[in-house]
């Protein structure tokens, strides 16, 4: 088992198998598409076959009179709800009612006993549309007189953010360089394996739903509103979830929206699963953003100012878009000193499919092109890629001219060990075998753990003790696969001196576990890590307060370690855990034994106008080398090395943060060199995997990840993030990598051998 | 359309069903036995979670139909176990932390016993090889791999 030492700790630092893990390799694990319910009805959702339309008129007579068919909804049976993650911009609805936005939007659904049924109802349904001139390019759709797709946005403009800080003219005049250039980031999502799916049955005047989500009170707010149902009417629970990595499983999808509908209607339960096609095409992206991004340096490598304008395409509705905008900005002052800084980002609204969150959240597009532009600008000053890094890394503690504070930071350290890898060494040894390019890149970034989003924060848990000794643990944080299950239980465990096994996390059921906003920003281990440890340490104190009658000394004398409660420096005198759960519950009458905490963190106020405060309760910082094998005949990329120097602080179980990295870096490989969405006038052109290419186990280097371990008092033993970071760090070190290799600059993403042979041939380098 | 009257053994059990001519085996396990730790990704063969043993062989389950089973062998994830024991490539799966979301998961360890049937002593690439049908989009494959490699030592590859 893999061990870092990072305190004296039983259970923390160690490597434990995860807890979820013997569900998963038996198949025992249920997920929503495994769950079925007695007279359960299928749903199958009709799509749009134009990406931007009026509906003048929907038919479904000869839909239903098919044998099997139990109810068809159209958008107006919502009655105008909308949903999104603003009140301000709440514009999408569960089905297009007035007009369609985009290609695959979905206008009817219809519930059956079979999906047979259901799909062949969905044929006879019968939509007049009346189409609209479409708009699909960001830019394009800034311009005068371009297709308004929604009124309340006559410019098209969903959301803007902007931010300055210090004086960028100044800081431009102050430099020796200035460079503008102009990034782009790929139209890419987020490629889990289990399609959205869930299962509602609508019972006693509410709503029981089984869904694939990663932040499941999400769903839990959207279906009471839509239905006007009290939030104790809606139950929503959690089964497994096949991987999120945000968007689309931290939001509701129309199916959701459907089911729950369609049940009330039926008053059977109604299962809807999309195909990988259904997900493909109409599921939440990443944001694919165009960056024009000017920089000054000095000389000596000193970055003086930046000033970044980012247009993202947006697709058709708001959904979470103006956190994106924020993101995209609001941590660009990380990871190098920048005293001048400006930003403007708009995210456009186009009849594309809806751009939203991804791991990395907004943050990867304007690092990506900053990494790149302060290294094109290295290299004409005749500077080293890592000694510029190194020159402006920020050391903790610091403060950035937008009030980001930052308590600890391994970027320095990491990017020194990066240095002195062989790695390292050999780069330019060896550029070249026949025809194969070879070079080694590097980057350093930053990324937010425990983030605050706007609204409401909560992470909460609550422990019951049981007479045996054994623990209960109610918690709303969901393990959308990351592995926080395991990681949250080991802080329970470590707190109460027992072993993790003895302790049971309960999956999300809003009946019972607390209000959570869920996976996403990395703030899992940090919030509600934070919370486990204080409803530990409250049902610690209770029973110490106990045990400490019996014994006749102070409660803060008792000691729980080793599956053991006794009297400091006494170990004789004391008890099994087990024994004493058993005289602290039958002490009184039915006397109950709850341990309860929550996240004190993210009271102060944050501004999300102008992007001053921290967005997390602490900073990651990722320093990344990547060697690539570039075949100069056809472009094509081998990457055959990662070295990830990944500070999360303190890794609580150092192979989950490993397999976090490990993970995140090949998305990102798949982001900069394989991964991208064909489009063809809103319409996806490669909606499944063979098409749209994410790495499989031939394409993945050899990655080894080095732990920085840093000291943050703002997180629960020291535990900051893992795994967004390296979804940031990956794109530019794999872009510095194949500069290496063929003395190009490549600033639009995927990096494609189309474009690496047509710019080898273009430079006369290809052989 | 007129259901055809299959037999066959899966995970051991003898089995006899009808089943519709156009009833993939994805289906079939799934939906008519239940089996649902077989999971549904893609539908067509791209993503490789539906993976079962067929005569030995590994398949995408919903590729194949129901019918072409007839007479022949199945195993699933949920076959592996012996008794209470679970096979060396799965406990090798837990000790190495060789899964997430564990939604590849079950397809991931039909793929990987297929090799170590037939290669007891795999080396890396041929373990790239066997398992490169099969993606999984949260482990980046590293500790998956390492993973395959250990179980190949535990059950005396090398």
């Not at chain 1, 189409?131 to 005068?144: N, R, S, T, W």
């Not at chain 1, 070879?438 to 970034?445: D, E, L, N, R």
């Not at chain 1, 007479?467 to 395991?486: P, V």
């Not at chain 1, 058993?582 to 006397?591: D, T, V």
Request: charged share 25%; aromatic share 8%; net charge negative.
């Amino acid at each position: 088992m893999e061990e870092i030492f990072i305190g004296d700790f039983e259970f923390l630092g160690k490597g434990i198998p995860r807890v979820d893990a013997k569900d998963k390799v038996t198949g025992q694990a249920k997920y929503a598409a495994d769950i079925e319910i007695p007279g359960m009805l299928w749903c199958k959702i009709l799509r749009s076959p134009l990406p931007h339309a009026k509906i003048l008129n929907i038919d479904i007579t000869r839909a239903k009179r098919v044998i099997g068919v139990k109810a068809i909804i159209t958008g107006k049976d919502f009655q105008g709800f909308r949903w999104g993650w603003m009140p301000a911009t709440r514009d999408e609805p569960p089905l297009a009612d007035d007009k369609v936005r985009y290609y695959g939007e979905g206008v009817a659904a219809v519930a059956a006993v079979d999906e047979d049924t259901a799909e062949e109802a969905l044929e006879l349904i019968k939509v007049d549309y009346e189409e609209l001139p479409g708009v699909f390019d960001p830019e394009e759709a800034l311009k005068e007189g371009a297709p308004v797709i929604h009124e309340y946005r006559p410019n098209n403009i969903s959301w803007e953010f902007h931010m300055d800080f210090g004086d960028v003219e100044k800081g431009f005049s102050e430099a020796d360089l200035v460079r503008e250039d102009r990034f782009a980031t790929g139209r890419v999502i987020q490629g889990f394996l289990e399609p959205c799916s869930a299962i509602a049955y609508w019972e006693g005047g509410g709503v029981t739903i089984w869904a694939a989500k990663q932040s499941p009170y999400f769903l839990y707010r959207h279906i009471a509103q839509c239905f006007k149902l009290p939030l104790n009417k809606v139950r929503v629970i959690q089964p497994f979830v096949g991987g999120g990595f945000g968007g689309t499983k931290n939001d509701s999808v129309a199916g959701d929206f459907c089911v729950v509908m369609l049940s009330k209607i039926t008053g059977r339960p109604v299962k809807f699963i999309y195909t990988m096609e259904e997900v493909m095409i109409s599921a939440r992206r990443r944001h694919n953003a165009i960056i024009y991004n000017k920089m000054g340096m000095k000389k000596d490598g000193t970055i003086t100012a930046m000033q970044s304008k980012l247009i993202a395409d947006g697709g058709a509705y708001t959904a979470i878009g103006p956190l994106t905008m924020y993101l995209t900005g609001c941590i660009s002052t990380l990871p190098y000193k920048l005293p001048n800084f400006k930003h403007d980002a708009y995210r456009v609204f186009t009849n594309n499919p809806v751009s939203a969150a991804m791991r990395g959240h907004g943050v990867t597009h304007t690092r990506f092109a900053a990494e790149i532009q302060m290294e094109m600008m290295a290299e004409e000053l005749g500077l080293d890629p890592i000694e510029v890094r190194l020159k402006n890394a920020i050391e903790a503690p610091h403060e950035t001219v937008n009030k980001v504070t930052v308590l600890s930071c391994g970027l320095k350290e990491g990017l020194l060990k990066l240095k002195e890898s062989n790695l390292w060494k050999e780069r330019g040894k060896e550029k070249r075998k026949n025809h194969i390019l070879i070079g080694v890149g590097v980057s350093g970034t930053a990324y937010l753990g425990g983030a605050r989003q706007r609204g409401h924060q909560a992470a909460a848990a609550v422990l019951r003790l049981c007479e045996d000794g054994s623990i209960e643990y109610l918690t709303g944080a969901t393990d959308a696969g990351q592995g926080s299950d395991t990681v949250l239980l080991q802080i329970i465990a470590e707190e109460l001196g027992v072993p993790p096994e003895q302790i049971d996390i309960q999956r999300v059921d809003s009946a019972y576990t607390p209000v959570d906003p869920g996976t996403y920003g990395s703030r899992v281990t940090a919030l509600a890590g934070e919370a486990a440890m204080k409803a530990a340490r409250d049902l610690k104190r209770q029973l110490a307060e106990i045990a400490a009658k019996e014994w006749n000394v102070k409660p803060e004398d008792i000691v729980f370690k080793n599956g053991k409660v006794f009297v400091k420096d006494n170990e004789e005198k004391g008890l099994p855990f087990r024994k004493m759960a058993q005289i602290a519950c039958y002490s009184g009458s039915g006397r109950v034994l709850v341990g309860r905490g929550h996240s004190e963190y993210g009271i102060e106020p944050l501004d999300f106008e102008k992007g001053i405060g921290n967005a997390g309760t602490s900073y990651s910082f990722t320093s990344q080398l990547t060697r690539v094998e570039v075949d100069a005949e056809t472009g094509f990329v081998k990457c055959t090395d990662m070295i990830i120097a990944h500070d999360c602080g303190k890794p609580l179980n150092p192979a989950i943060v490993e397999s976090q990295n490990q993970g995140a870096a090949v998305q990102g490989l798949g982001q900069a060199i394989y991964e991208e969405f064909k489009m063809d006038k809103g319409k996806t052109l490669n909606p499944n995997f063979a098409d749209y290419k994410i790495p499989t186990a031939l394409d993945v280097p050899n990655i080894g990840v080095i732990h920085i371990l840093t000291e943050d008092p703002n997180v629960p033993y020291g535990a900051k993030e893992a795994s967004e970071g390296a979804i940031v760090s990956s794109p530019p070190s794999v872009v510095s990598a194949i500069h290496d290799a063929t003395g190009i600059w490549f600033k639009e993403l995927p990096v494609t051998p189309e474009k690496i042979a047509l710019a080898l041939r273009e430079k006369g380098r290809g052989s | 359309m007129e259901k055809k009257e299959i037999s066959f053994r899966i995970n051991g059990e003898e089995v006899v069903l009808h089943v519709s001519p156009n009833r993939t085996l994805l289906e079939m396990i799934r939906e008519d036995l239940k089996l649902t730790g077989t999971k549904e990704g893609c539908g067509i063969g791209d993503c490789g979670a539906c993976t079962v043993l067929l005569d030995g062989v590994p398949v995408n389950s919903c590729l194949v139909l129901a019918v072409e089973a007839d007479k022949k062998e199945i195993l699933t994830i949920e076959g592996l176990k012996e008794n209470d024991k679970l096979h060396p490539v799965q406990e090798s799966f837990i000790e190495n932390t060789a899964l997430q979301c564990g939604f590849c998961t079950p397809g991931m360890i039909m793929s990987s016993y297929a090799l170590l049937k037939r290669n007891k002593a795999p080396n890396e690439e041929e373990i790239r090889e066997a398992i490169a049908g099969n993606l999984c989009r949260c482990t980046g494959y590293v500790k998956i791999i390492e993973a395959v490699k250990r179980a190949s030592s535990s059950i005396g590859g090398k």
